[in-house]
Every structure is written in structure tokens, then in C-alpha cells.
Nanobody, 118 residues
Framework: QVQLVESGGGLVQPGGSLRLSCAAS????????MSWYRQAPGKERELVAT????????NYVDSVKGRFTISRDNAKNTVYLQMNSLKAEDTAVYYC???????????WGKGTLVTVSS
């Protein structure tokens, strides 16, 4: 059974940091492009960051550049999103996505809530 399980969400103050994790199982993790998306209340789901391999390349939406870092550990079948200098507008449910370009297969996690508030 394919699973993507996000963790690390919670309440954090503006300017604070949080590290999200996505643990994958049930597929060949190393062959998949990994991404983080987010969806705030009343807004469309937004692509936040993407990583293609163990070291990159990576891409980020402009609003998080310089603040967020995506990384992966293929030995642990895990992708991370380090979030620094958090702002209230970062509040959203964050979703992990796995994509294999050759087959078009996509898998989604169920999300983890990040709330940035004082």
C-alpha cells in the first residue's frame, strides 16, 4: 500500500521555524520527484517547493524563497521542508506529493496543519 505521511505541523509564532517531514512507503521513493504543496482556507492549493534528487535541483514559489528549504533522504524514504522566518500568511495545510515523470504516477499525503500566529 502506497503511503505518504506528513508530520511536524503545529502552532508556531511569527518569525519562528518549523520542520515538516513526509515519510514514504510502498513505492520506489528514489525515482520520484517530491514536492510540498499548501492550501490556506478559501484559497487554491499552491505548489511550494520541489526537489528532483538527493541533492537537487530544487524550485520554490517566490513567496518562500530564502525562507524555506526542501530536502530529501532517499535512504530514509523521507522528504523534509524546513520553514524559517514564518509569517501569518504561511498558515495552511501542507501536503506532500510524489511524482514519477515517466509513468505519470502521483501520490498525495493527507496533509499536516501549520498555524502561524502569536
Amino acid at each position: 500500500q502506497v503511503q505518504l505521511v506528513e508530520s511536524g505541523g503545529g502552532l508556531v509564532q511569527p518569525g519562528g521555524s518549523l520542520r515538516l517531514s513526509c515519510a514514504a512507503s510502498g513505492f520506489t521513493f528514489s525515482t520520484y520527484v517530491m514536492s510540498w504543496y499548501r492550501q490556506a482556507p478559501g484559497k487554491e492549493r499552491e505548489l511550494v517547493a520541489t526537489i528532483w534528487s538527493s541533492t537537487g535541483p530544487t524550485n520554490y514559489v517566490d513567496s518562500v524563497k530564502g525562507r524555506f528549504t526542501i530536502s530529501r533522504d532517499n535512504a530514509k524514504n523521507t522528504v523534509y521542508l524546513q520553514m524559517n522566518s514564518l509569517k501569518a500568511e504561511d498558515t495552511a495545510v501542507y501536503y506532500c506529493k510524489a511524482s514519477e515523470a515517466r509513468t505519470g504516477m502521483n501520490y498525495w499525503g493527507k496533509g499536516t496543519l501549520v498555524t502561524v500566529s502569536s
